[in-house]
């Protein structure tokens, strides 16, 4: 019988040396992907770059099918040019999930925010955008697959700030009539920031200037937050007044914009999350009218067991990504990492990073919602009638944003409510019941399936 030839890890790279073509290897100190190296070839002694891929394991090659077009029209199948899919890890026939999965573990492992002591992060984060921004759209996909990176293959009006692009993958542009502009992984920096001083080596006078900082930083945050308030407050009246003037047709209009931004990006997580908040206040509100207010006591406990409980789920998501990241780098400092235990570390801690800035993200938007309803409920310039029909309209909006799913080829939902804090309906009184906004006529009276939010009940016009 033969004798077993045990195998190890690999530990050395792989290339051929671009000035005399000699095959050569290397150990780099480590296996950052997209890191750069220089090596000296063993035959020629020149010294040359070399820059390794997106699995870390492997040297970029040097020919022009990696790199761009070279006078053959490549495929689908057989592309020009599989550089920006190797950027993004994915093979060449990779559907658009795919992709889209890809740039987010990606962008989110090399988001700079978390990569501190990393002068590569921000660079590779840009070029992990801009491979996304060309392969998440089928024409320059298209285009990128026959020519490569001919006559510099960019989107209309060049590529998008790749910090900005990470946002807007996160629900984008289409919100922020609802929820205004959301600022992921700012709060994060700030915290990594605090987190990285250190007491022990600033003198007094450098603490109490590092104080003065962090409290006029506060102070200009408080200052954004309120004016992102009174501008979606104004946005939200005016689109309640639609409801007092025609509430069949301001029904209508909510329900055709629910399905439309329901596939943008986290589109359905982000409608559920306004449409819980909106009808929760809207039930606080008309509840008041109920017997001694108890309707509205009930819903104000319901809001606060919410509110922390998120808390609480968003604080241990962040510790559980922090926990991630010292495990991984602990592993790394003590050499014991296989390929195939780094790449598992990888994908759990960039799955935990999605799920921390969602939660946190979301957080911080219900918290602005909150304040929101309270101005438009509240308002004190208008008749207590009609802040009454403003919380019947608000109501319509939750109950049809709660009730909006995924489409069938959406992939990547994720429920929005913890099951500690999951949304629920007690058995109305007979108050709160008076309040609901009557069924057109002709309706039935069973109650509609909540699989899509074209079921959502259609009012008539509130008698003024």
């Given at each position: 019988?033969?004798d077993?030839?045990?195998?190890?890890?690999?530990?050395?790279?792989?290339?051929?040396?671009?000035?005399?073509?000699?095959?050569?290897?290397?150990?780099?100190?480590?296996?950052?992907?997209?890191?750069?190296?220089?090596?000296?070839?063993w035959?020629?002694?020149?010294?040359?770059d070399v820059?390794?891929?997106?699995?870390g394991?492997f040297?970029?090659?040097?020919?022009?099918?990696?790199?761009?077009?070279?006078?053959?029209?490549?495929?689908?199948?057989?592309?020009?040019?599989?550089?920006?899919?190797?950027?993004?890890?994915?093979?060449?026939?990779?559907?658009?999930?795919?992709?889209?999965?890809?740039?987010?573990k990606?962008?989110?492992?090399?988001?700079p925010d978390?990569?501190?002591?990393?002068?590569?992060?921000e660079?590779?984060?840009?070029?992990?955008?801009?491979?996304?921004?060309v392969?998440?759209?089928?024409?320059?996909?298209?285009?990128?697959?026959?020519?490569?990176?001919?006559?510099?293959?960019?989107?209309?009006?060049?590529?998008?700030?790749?910090?900005?692009?990470?946002r807007?993958?996160?629900g984008?542009?289409?919100?922020?009539?609802y929820?205004g502009?959301?600022?992921i992984?700012?709060?994060?920096?700030d915290a990594?920031?605090?987190?990285?001083?250190?007491?022990?080596?600033?003198?007094?006078?450098?603490?109490?200037?590092r104080e003065?900082?962090k409290?006029?930083?506060?102070e200009?945050?408080?200052?954004?937050?309120?004016?992102?308030?009174?501008?979606l407050?104004?946005?939200?009246?005016?689109?309640?007044?639609?409801?007092?003037?025609d509430p069949e047709?301001?029904?209508?209009?909510?329900q055709?914009?629910?399905?439309?931004?329901?596939?943008?990006?986290?589109?359905?997580?982000?409608?559920?999350?306004?449409?819980?908040?909106?009808?929760?206040?809207?039930?606080?509100?008309?509840?008041?009218?109920?017997?001694f207010?108890?309707?509205?006591?009930?819903?104000?406990?319901?809001?606060?067991?919410?509110?922390?409980?998120?808390?609480?789920g968003?604080?241990?998501?962040?510790?559980?990504?922090?926990n991630?990241?010292n495990?991984?780098?602990?592993?790394?400092?003590?050499?014991?990492?296989?390929?195939?235990?780094?790449?598992?570390l990888?994908?759990?801690?960039?799955?935990?990073?999605?799920?921390?800035?969602?939660?946190?993200s979301?957080?911080?938007?219900e918290?602005?919602l909150r304040d929101v309803?309270?101005?438009?409920?509240?308002?004190?310039?208008?008749?207590?009638?009609?802040?009454?029909?403003?919380?019947?309209?608000?109501?319509?909006?939750?109950?049809?944003?709660?009730?909006?799913?995924?489409s069938?080829?959406?992939?990547?939902?994720?429920?929005?409510?913890?099951?500690?804090?999951?949304?629920?309906?007690?058995?109305?009184?007979?108050?709160?019941?008076?309040n609901?906004?009557p069924k057109p006529?002709?309706?039935?009276?069973?109650?509609?399936?909540p699989?899509?939010a074209?079921?959502?009940?259609?009012?008539?016009p509130?008698?003024?």
């Amino acid at each position: 019988m033969d004798d077993i030839i045990e195998a190890r890890d690999p530990e050395h790279i792989q290339t051929t040396c671009k000035e005399c073509s000699k095959r050569i290897e290397f150990k780099p100190p480590s296996l950052t992907p997209y890191s750069t190296h220089k090596v000296k070839c063993w035959s020629c002694k020149k010294i040359s770059d070399v820059k390794l891929d997106g699995t870390g394991k492997f040297a970029k090659a040097n020919s022009d099918k990696k790199t761009g077009y070279g006078g053959k029209k490549g495929t689908d199948e057989n592309p020009a040019s599989t550089e920006y899919y190797e950027i993004l890890g994915v093979a060449p026939t990779a559907t658009a999930d795919e992709i889209k999965k890809a740039y987010r573990k990606l962008a989110v492992k090399y988001h700079p925010d978390k990569n501190i002591h990393n002068p590569d992060a921000e660079n590779q984060f840009k070029r992990i955008s801009e491979a996304y921004q060309v392969l998440a759209d089928p024409t320059l996909r298209k285009h990128y697959n026959e020519y490569g990176m001919e006559n510099g293959l960019k989107p209309d009006g060049g590529f998008v700030d790749p910090e900005e692009f990470f946002r807007q993958s996160f629900g984008g542009d289409r919100f922020q009539e609802y929820i205004g502009e959301i600022s992921i992984g700012k709060d994060m920096k700030d915290a990594l920031d605090a987190n990285e001083e250190g007491d022990a080596d600033l003198t007094p006078e450098q603490k109490q200037q590092r104080e003065a900082a962090k409290a006029a930083a506060e102070e200009k945050r408080q200052e954004i937050r309120d004016e992102r308030v009174e501008t979606l407050t104004k946005k939200l009246k005016d689109k309640l007044d639609k409801y007092m003037l025609d509430p069949e047709a301001f029904t209508f209009m909510i329900q055709t914009e629910a399905e439309d931004l329901k596939i943008e990006s986290y589109g359905v997580e982000l409608l559920h999350a306004i449409g819980f908040t909106y009808s929760l206040k809207a039930k606080q509100y008309l509840g008041k009218s109920e017997i001694f207010g108890l309707g509205g006591m009930f819903h104000s406990v319901r809001e606060k067991s919410y509110i922390f409980s998120e808390t609480v789920g968003t604080l241990r998501s962040a510790m559980d990504l922090q926990n991630s990241f010292n495990e991984l780098q602990k592993a790394e400092e003590n050499g014991t990492l296989t390929p195939e235990q780094r790449a598992k570390l990888e994908e759990a801690a960039a799955q935990k990073g999605l799920k921390a800035i969602w939660r946190g993200s979301k957080l911080e938007v219900e918290g602005v919602l909150r304040d929101v309803c309270d101005k438009v409920l509240g308002d004190s310039t208008v008749s207590k009638e009609v802040c009454r029909k403003r919380a019947m309209g608000l109501k319509v909006i939750g109950a049809i944003f709660e009730k909006v799913k995924p489409s069938e080829d959406q992939t990547e939902f994720t429920p929005p409510f913890p099951e500690t804090a999951k949304p629920y309906d007690a058995k109305p009184s007979q108050s709160t019941r008076e309040n609901q906004p009557p069924k057109p006529s002709g309706a039935k009276t069973s109650s509609p399936p909540p699989s899509s939010a074209q079921n959502a009940p259609q009012p008539q016009p509130t008698p003024t």
